[in-house]
């Protein structure tokens, strides 16, 4: 039995894929009753991206785990497990990963899906950390993928303006224990009392589908707004304090909180609660949208090649999604 205490995960390649198609707030104020300014001010939402017919999450996440290998210089055979984080998988079986796994030829690897909707991403980091840690596994690749656009009621204003498509990935590798750097922690709760905030209600499993399920739209994401708001800042805002305590870190040690990207003003209430100034927070909303599990990674890839982030960096990442489903995590680079 290795000691978990010998091996630490760092982040050695990120990568994203944003389908071309964008859909901003104007065209959509053509289709809806909304407006592109009550879209801006209550969300921070200006665009969003769609996948074309012939895109899916399958192939989104290829395509950022292809470029996450590349810069971390590594081959897929040489991947030992891929985990797909997603909640808008291309069919209900296989997994998302074993597709990606195909696409990339990375036979040599284990592959499955992670659901934690909007917590996806820093559901598998936690996942994938602990399969470093203890050195079971050498090179992960980890990756958050959706196609919101597909399960979205694009009749309903209140949910339709808020998500998008797009993937992100970051390519895990194990390291000594001793160095300085990488994945210093993570911190998953649930709370399945809460799972009627946000879900897909149409049984698969639990009634079958069925006629009735689809004329009723219950194939598409249903939200309490409002209700939503409400939990997502105090535990977002929680779990990035518990994250903080457990590394004996303070706010003003921390160069970049990446939250995931629901709603600008959600980030903004949890920036208030931590007193940390909106400056060194990262949004990239008011061009995607809500990507669920990919919003994480799809920050850091964007944070990461664009020098927001630094050699001698602390990240903390912080995700609410449904489940009700919550995280954080601190990256050391
Ligand atoms: N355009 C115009 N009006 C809209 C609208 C839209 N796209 N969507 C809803 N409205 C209307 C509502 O019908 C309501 O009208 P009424 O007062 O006549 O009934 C009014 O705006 C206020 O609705 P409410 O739901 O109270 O607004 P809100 O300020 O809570 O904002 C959300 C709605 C969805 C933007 C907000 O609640 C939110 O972002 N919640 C979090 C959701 C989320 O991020 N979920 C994922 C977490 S991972």
Known sequence: ???????????????????EK??????????????????????????RRIAAKDECASS?????????????GLEAKEVDLIIVCTSSPDVLFPSTACFVQNELEAFGAAAFDVSAVCSGFIFGLSVAEQYLKTGRYENILLIGSEVNSRIVD????????????????????????????GVMSTHIYSDGSLSDLICVPGGIGKSGINKDDI?????????????????????????IREALKFNDLSMEEVSLLIPHQANERIISAVADRLKYPLEKVFMNIQKYGNTSAASIPIGINEARRSGRIEPGDTTVLGSVGAGLTWGSAVIKW
């Open 22 to 47: 964008i859909l901003t707030n104007q065209e959509l104020e053509k289709k809806l009753d909304t407006s592109d300014a009550w879209i801006v001010e209550r969300t921070g939402i200006r665009e």
């Open 60 to 72: 989104m996440a290829a395509k950022a785990g292809r470029q996450a290998l590349e810069a971390g």
């Open 1 to 19: 039995m290795t000691d978990s205490k010998n091996f630490k995960a760092v982040v050695a390649g990120t990568g994203a894929y944003l389908p």
């Open 215 to 239: 004329d009723d739209k219950k194939y598409f994401i249903k939200m309490s707004g409002n209700a939503t708001f409400k939990v997502a800042v105090k535990r977002m805002a929680d779990v």
């Open 154 to 181: 694009w009749t309903d204003r209140s949910t339709c303006i808020l998500f998008g498509d797009g993937a992100g990935a970051v390519l895990l590798k194990r390291v000594e224990w001793g160095k300085p750097l």
